[in-house]
């Protein structure tokens, strides 16, 4: 543009941006290079352990956090390595996307007039509602939360461009319309644009990228663009909980059209803005209580999350080894008998843990990401101790709560659903044929001995997701077939075929493996 301001040393705009990008705090770039590496899935903790590790900061934090009240079990910690298998990498990655907003927004951005805590508010507010409204509209949490983490980026780089340049006028709403007018008339360009040039040197992947660059104005008309249609949203959600930048709230406008691009209906919307601050809730909490060194009665959580119902309807995104472990104790019920006196939290992990596991391993396969998986789920209990700690149904809800993480698990992270359209039954018309065979309530009968139980888990793991998720739900977790039909988003022939032909190949695995109980016999 040609009334756009340059520097006096006339620097191309483009290379003063990634100039800017090289010189930033630690944080943004070492969660820029943590994405990487957890979008691999061969990445070994030790590279992980070592990116902490550069870190003074990040790595005394993520210690605190370790040894705080929800992690600290009968020892502490004091290696980076315990504190992330503590952790989980899910709880990695948003310290140091938290740690990140922490840094960019230290000072007030003097040019938009923006706080630094308003700032730091606003990205993390925004990360939790898009990685929320991703769950329900099944694109990637991750995706989601990172986009909605750094999305603000291009603000802190151009308030950094400003203070290079001769004596500009800080951004006046009576003056420009927006942010984007006012980047424009001085900069040639946007902050979106700014954001997504950082974002793309650093390598983040081009669905964040692409995101970032079109929020301010998705097409709704484009279904390339639904993750930014998403950011927007998210956005505009953030602006009517209070905690907007001012120069932007004319860009979230008509959000009916962004909710249609997505399919969401009202309802699900509303749940997702109702998850998105428990999540923050929770980790806010955790956050404040980083500095405990010993752990804090339940009594101390000060903001109970008030519900009419504890939903068990949750996504999460997956995280690394966990504190809980396995063993060959029977699990515990999932309902008590009668109402139980007021626990630590503790003690609530310890008389559940073993169901929880056991739920997750079974439906997964594979006992590090089982042990995730629990992980998540007593993180999101100890968000609703409160409610959970004398309710006679705690231990149905955490078996719920581990069922749906483990199913979202498989379906967004293992990218399963081609398997779903393999092995479906055509009748002559080519429409879906129901299959039909006999209930199956005694297929399980006389294994819950040791040694057959231990037959069992290792031959489920044998079996592909398709089989194992609903076969696991049927026998299990005593779901009928329209139920699971429903959880995994698939026909309800396709649930009968997946559980016969899974009964099939479990009972193979089984007699080869030496389990000759009738029940097995092909």
């Known amino acids: 543009m040609s009334s756009a301001l340059y520097p006096p040393h006339r620097v191309p705009i483009r ?36 990116l902490v590790k550069s870190d003074a900061a990040l790595t005394a934090h993520l210690l605190r956090v370790s040894n705080s009240a929800i992690y600290t079990g009968s020892r502490r910690v004091g290696s980076v390595e315990a504190a992330v298998k503590r952790v989980g990498l899910q709880e990695l990655f948003r310290l140091v996307g938290y740690l990140a907003g922490t840094q960019l927004a230290e000072h007030t951005l003097k040019h938009y007039g923006i706080g630094a805590e308003r700032l730091h508010e606003h990205m993390v507010r925004t990360a939790f509602v898009s990685e929320q409204l991703a769950e329900e509209c099944g694109l990637d949490g991750r995706l989601a939360y990172t986009a909605g983490l750094l999305r603000s980026i291009g603000i802190y780089v151009c308030d950094q461009l400003a203070a290079q340049y001769d004596p500009v006028p800080a951004y006046r709403p ?9 980047e424009g008339r001085l900069f040639g360009i946007g902050n979106s644009d700014v954001a997504a040039l950082v974002l793309e040197e650093w390598a983040f992947p ?20 639904r993750l930014a249609c998403l950011l927007n949203l998210a956005c505009g959600l953030v602006t ?7 120069g932007e709230t004319g860009h979230w406008a008509k959000p009916q059209d962004k909710i249609d691009v997505l399919g969401l209906s009202d309802k699900r919307f509303q749940t997702a803005e109702t998850r998105a601050k428990q999540a923050l809730t929770g980790f806010h909490q955790r956050m404040k209580e980083e500095t405990e060194e ?10 109970k999350i008030k519900t009419e119902e504890v939903s068990p309807e949750i996504c999460d995104l997956v995280s690394e080894p966990g504190v809980v472990q396995v063993n060959d104790e029977p699990p515990v019920h999932t309902t008590l008998p009668v109402t139980p006196p007021p626990l630590d939290f503790t003690t609530f992990m310890r008389n559940y843990q073993n169901m929880v596991y056991s739920t997750a391993v079974r439906l997964i396969g594979n006992e590090t990401q089982a042990e995730d998986i629990s992980q998540e789920v007593f993180l999101k209990a100890y968000e609703r101790f409160d409610d959970l700690r004398t309710s006679p149904t705690a231990g149905g809800w955490l078996k719920t709560v581990a069922t749906n993480l483990s199913i979202n698990h498989i379906q967004r992270y293992k990218k399963r659903w081609s398997f779903f359209s393999d092995l479906i039954h055509r009748d002559d018309e080519g429409g879906e044929k129901e299959v039909e065979f006999a209930a199956p309530e005694n297929f399980f009968t006389g294994v819950e001995s040791t040694e057959r139980r231990q037959w069992l888990e290792r031959a489920l793991e044998k079996l592909p997701a398709h089989q194992r998720v609903p076969l696991v739900l049927f026998h299990f977790d005593d779901l009928p077939y329209d139920e699971i039909a429903r959880k995994l988003r698939i026909s309800l022939s396709k649930v009968k075929t997946d559980i016969l032909r899974g009964r099939e190949a479990l009972a193979k695995i089984l007699v080869h493996s030496g389990a000759t109980h009738e029940t097995f016999s092909t």
């Open 15 to 50: 290379d003063k941006i990634l100039e800017i990008a090289r010189t930033m705090p630690a944080a943004p770039r070492i969660f820029a290079r943590l994405d990487h590496l957890l979008r691999k899935d061969d990445s070994p903790l030790e590279e992980i352990c070592l």
């Open 206 to 225: 081009d669905e964040i990228v692409a995101a970032v660059r079109h929020h301010h104005r998705p097409e709704v008309d484009n279904t390339g663009q």
């Open 174 to 182: 009576d003056h420009d319309h927006d942010y984007l007018t006012w």
């Open 240 to 246: 009517t909980q209070g905690y907007g930048l001012p």
């Open 294 to 303: 010993e752990p804090t009665k339940t009594g101390s959580i000060q903001e």
